[in-house]
Nanobody
């Protein structure tokens, strides 16, 4: 059974920081690209960041570049999202994603999400 469990969300003031964690089980973690997406009510799920299997390559959405940092610890089967200089626009449910291309097909797994609220 594949499980991705997010944690670390909460309420933070604008300009503050949070670190999200995603603990994975049921997959060969080191073979997967890991990522974070976010979604607000009535809107499409938005890409935030991803990181390849080795941690040597990262990609960020323009909206979070310079503020968010994605990292992974393969020994712990965990991916992190360090969020700094948070803005109200960052308020969303943040979802952990694991994906891999296997035999020419992409496979995706998702966590249940963790709420991040940026407000005074």
């Amino acid at each position: 059974q594949v499980q991705l469990v997010e944690s670390g969300g909460g309420l933070v003031q604008p300009g503050g920081s949070l670190r999200l964690s995603c603990a994975a089980s049921g997959i060969a973690f080191n073979f997967y690209t890991m990522g974070w997406f976010r979604q607000t009510p009535g809107k499409e799920r938005e890409f935030v960041a991803n990181i390849n299997w080795s941690g040597g390559s990262t990609t960020y959405a323009d909206s979070v570049k310079g503020r968010f940092t994605i990292s992974r610890d393969n020994a712990k089967n965990t991916v992190y999202l360090q969020m700094n200089s948070l803005k109200p626009e960052d308020t969303a449910v943040y979802y952990c994603n694991a994906n891999r291309i296997l035999l020419g097909q992409r496979r995706d797994y998702w966590g249940q999400g963790t709420q991040v609220t940026v407000s005074s």
